[in-house]
C-alpha cells in the first residue's frame, strides 16, 4: 500500500514537471479550444525584450512553431470542408461552422448569422471563399469560440497597457500648435526633436471613457502594419502617467472636403482627369487595406487627406482615420457615418469590403456635384436617413453628370450605389472601370528625375537596406512625393511590393538598356525577389542625401540611447526587432539569427567602428584594390541557378569593383566578391554548357 502511495506521489509530481516545462514552452494544452490556443499563452503574449536574450530567442521559436502548427489545423480543415475546387460555398461554410461548433462543443449561435458573415471573407467578390479567405473565417470562428468562453480573458490576452512604452513627451517632441480638439483629447503639431520633422501627436486623455485604450491600441496595431503609400503612417505609440500618445504623419493640403475649393482658387482647371487621379489614389489604398484582410468601414472626405498645400496640379492622396476600420477575422459591429453607410449595414450591421465600395461612391458623388450625400439631402432625422438610404434612389443627373461626357461618370458611381451589395463591384475592379482607365490616362510612367535618382543607389546588404528602412519608417514619406509616385508607378498590382518583373516593365519604358535595368533591379532588389515600400523608399533617400555612411550613423545615434557611443545588447537587440529591418529579410529571419550571423551576439558592446566595418565588409576605403584582374577565370555563385558558375572577369573598376561575362553590365563590389566570386577551381562549378545557359538566362 505504501509503495503503491508513493508511486503515485512520483507520477503526480512527474506529471506536475511535465505540465509546467510544457507551460513554459508556450505549449499548454489548458483552455484548448479544440482547433489550439488561438491567442497563445501568456509566455508568448508577453515581450521576448523583456526576457533574456537565450529566453527570448526559445520563447519566440516556441510562439512561430506554435503559430505554424495552428495554421496547418487551418487548413486540414478548410480543405476537408471545401470539396474537390477548394472553395467554400455558403452552403460548405454552414456545414463548416457546425462542424467547428461540435468539436468545440458550443452552440453555433455565438458565430453570429452566419449566412451573413459569409460575405464578409468575401473580398475577391467572386461568391466563393479561397484557402486564404477561409482560414481567415476559421479564425473568426476561433475567435468567436474563445470571447464566447470567456470575453475578458480574450481580450486582456490580446490588448495589455502594459507593452506600451512609458516617456516624458516633452524629452522627444517640442510642441509647436494646438490642431483641434475632440471627445477623445486633444491634436498638436510638434517637432521631432530627433530629426528635426513635423509630426502630429495625438493626446488620449486615460481618464476619458471616450478614449478606451482597447480601440488606441488596435488602430495603432493595424496602422503598423500597412506599409503603402496611399495609407497612413503611424510612427509610435506612447504613455505617461495622464495621456496615451500616437505620434503620426502629417498631411497639409487638408482632406477632400476643401480640396474642390482649394484648387480652383490656386487656378486648376478641374477636369475629368484631375478628380480621376485623386480617385484612383484613394482606391488603391482602400483596395491595398482589403488585400490586408480588412475594411475600413467610414470612408468619406474628411478621411482622405491631401499631403501637401503646394501641388493642387497633381494632388498626393492618402487614406486615415482607422478608428472604425475591422478585421476580416473579427466579429462585425455597425458603424460608420449616416449618409456614407451602405443599406446592409442599416439593416443588418453587415459590413463587407463592398460596403468600402458604397462609402467610396457617395464621397465621389459628393464630390463631383458638390451637393454632399445623396442620402441625407432633405433628411430631417437619422431614421429619415436611414430610409433614404435603404431605397438606394439617386436624384436624377445633373451638372457633369447629366452631360454626354459624363455619362461614363455616372454609369461606374451608380454600380458603386448598388442596393444589392451582390451586384457592387469590388474596389479593384472600380479601378479597372473603363471611365477610370480612360479618364486617368492608363499606366503611370517613372519621371526622368526618378531614374537618375534610382541609378545612385549602390548595392548593399539585406542588413543595411533594412537599416535604412528602419530610418525611412521615420520618415514624412508622403512629402517625398516624387519618390512615393515611383514607387507606385512601379507597383503594378497594388500589393505595396515591386517584384522583379514589375521593375522590370517599368523601366523598360524609361529608356535605359537591358545592362542598366537588370543592375539596377539586382540592386534595388537583390535575391529576395520584390522589394517594400518602406525598404525601397530608404534607399532611395539615402541616394537622395548622397551619403549613406552618415545616413547609418544617424540609425546608430538612434539606437544608442544613452549616448556612451556603443550598443549594448539590449539596445542592438531591440534595432534588430524593428519590423522595417526585419522586413528586408527572408520570411522567418529572426533577430536572433541576424545577431548570430553578424557574430556580434558575443559582443558585450557594438562600437561605431564595429557597425560600419559590418558594411564594408571588413575592407577600408584605402584598401580598393580587387584580387581578380581583366581576363581572369572565375566562378559566380548563381541564386537562380543554384551552382558556382564558371566565367571570365570581363572589365575591373578603380573602386576594386568587377564584371564577369555571366553577368554582363552588373558591377560586383568589393564586398560582395567574397560571397559571389571565387577563383575558378576553388569547388565544383557548373559545366562549360550549364554556364552558356546561365548566361542566356541573364544568371
Known sequence: MGKDKEGKEKKDKK???????????????????????????QSENRGFLDVAPDEGARLA???????????????????????????????EMKRLAMKIASMNRIDPACFGEVELMFWRYDFSGDGKLDENEGLMLIEGMCRAVKDARDPRAARAGM????????????????????????????VYLAVDRSNGQEKVVKYYDKSC?????????????LLTKLDHPKIARTYEIFQDTANFYVVSEPYFGGDLSTAVEKAQQAGVALTEKWFADIWRQSMEGVAFLHTQHTMHCDIKEPNIMISSKDNWQNPNVVVIDFGLAQGFGAGSMPGGTPGYMPPEVWQCGLWTPKGDTFAMGVTFYSMITMQGSPFVRGATSIDHVKMITMQCRLPPPSGHLASPQGRALNMMITRMLSRDFHSRPTMAQVLQDPWMRQASGGAME??????????????????QKGLLADMASRENLAQLEELSATFTSMDSDNDGMVSKDEARTA?????LGSAEIEQLIETLIGDQGSVSYTVFMGQLIAAKKGDSVNTLRQVFQQYDA??????????????????????????????????????WDKMRKVTWEDFRHAFENEVSPENTNSQYKKGDSVEYYSPSYGKWVQCVVTETRD????????????????????????KSGAGTAASPGQALLAAALGF
Open 15 to 41: 506529471d506536475k514537471k511535465e505540465k509546467k516545462d510544457k507551460d513554459k514552452d508556450g505549449d499548454s494544452d489548458d483552455g484548448d479550444d479544440g482547433m489550439g490556443d488561438y491567442f497563445g499563452t
Open 61 to 91: 521559436a516556441a510562439a512561430a512553431a506554435k503559430k505554424k502548427r495552428r495554421e496547418e489545423q487551418f487548413r486540414q480543415l478548410f480543405r476537408q470542408m471545401s470539396g474537390a475546387d477548394r472553395h467554400l460555398d455558403p452552403q
Open 159 to 186: 490588448r495589455s497597457t502594459r507593452d506600451i512604452p512609458n516617456k516624458r513627451m516633452e524629452q522627444y517632441y517640442q510642441i509647436s500648435k494646438k490642431l483641434g480638439q475632440g471627445g477623445q483629447g486633444a
Open 209 to 221: 471613457a471616450n478614449a478606451p485604450a482597447d480601440d488606441i491600441i488596435d488602430e495603432f496595431a
Open 446 to 463: 517613372i519621371d526622368r528625375s526618378a531614374i537618375r535618382r534610382m541609378t545612385q543607389v549602390h548595392d548593399m546588404s539585406l542588413l
Open 507 to 511: 523601366l523598360r519604358k524609361s529608356g
Open 562 to 599: 544613452d549616448s556612451n557611443g556603443y550598443l549594448d545588447q539590449r539596445e542592438i537587440r531591440e534595432m534588430l526587432s524593428q519590423p522595417a529591418i526585419l522586413d528586408a529579410f527572408p520570411k522567418g529571419k529572426t533577430a536572433e539569427a541576424i545577431l548570430k550571423e553578424y557574430g
Open 655 to 678: 573602386d576594386g569593383a568587377i564584371q564577369v561575362n555571366v553577368k554582363p553590365g552588373f558591377w560586383f563590389a568589393m564586398r560582395d566578391q567574397g560571397s559571389k566570386i571565387r
